[in-house]
């Protein structure tokens, strides 16, 4: 078995290039806002500056993790899914009955779920919340009594869970796998994961912009083209590609994962957008002053999580 390998300054070496590259992204987003749209609204410009934020967001998010280590990591990322679960479950507008049920998950199925990750139960938190959860809360919700829109109210919890614990907990639990050959380096599959998928969603909205023509969904995201996502993710893929040395995959493997996680990430994007065009609403939340908020800015990653996850176990370890 290789020796552990310190992840760190590989990882924040990354990171800083990043930066650097944001740097210079932030200072030409500037610069087209008061040039070109004269400091007044503009739809094209507004979009790109908050895209910068939201990578801004997702560099910080990462950096954290890997400062923190897994305990803060996991601690990270459970602050994340509770603030993503509040988001989720304030737009859907649950009944005032049902916050027996809304308690019980942001104070029980919230933690334990993060405990067993940290734990490394993979045979526990694989079924805690899309069986224990699913059996539990629709439970705790009919013993009130209140059968009106009840399927609906509890498809909503549930979906609220799946997404916003279960699915965000995949982050931090790319920790706990035994991977060949890759002893403590696991922190550097969390940075490859949120850097390839977010730099997916970036490039297929430059890619849309330059060449988009046909649209995919307009009801739903009015803003997403064909020419956007090809362009995106085979860009998003070939960077994944070129980001091997941080994997314990080959060049081929990385980037046929990266694809994979970059279709998934575009999928997620597009769910969440119909369930937000379903409550009427633009955003998620208000956590990034006017510019959306947590699952905004995860929509892509909550889908890409598990997937890698599950990819990287079953092929790596």
Known sequence: MSPAVDPLPQALRLLAGIGVVLLVATVIGLVLKLSVAHGQPHGAIDNLNTRIRAWWAMVILAGGAILLGPVGA??????VSAVALREFVSLTCPRDGDRRAVALSFGVVLPAQYLLVYLGRYDLFLFFVPVYAFLVLPIAMAALGDA???????????WSLMICVYFISYVPALLTLDIRGYAGRNLLLLVFLVVVVQSSDVLQYIWGKLAGRRKIAPTISPSKTWEGLIGGVLSATALGAVLYPITPFTPWQAGSMALAINIMGFLGGLVMSAIKRDCGAKDWGHVIGGHGGVLD???SVVFAAPVFFHLTRYGWT
Request: glycine share 4%.
């Open 74 to 79: 996991t601690l990270l990322f459970l602050g």
């Open 148 to 158: 009106r829109n009840f399927l609906l109210r509890t498809t909503r919890l549930q």
């Open 297 to 299: 800015r995860l929509d």
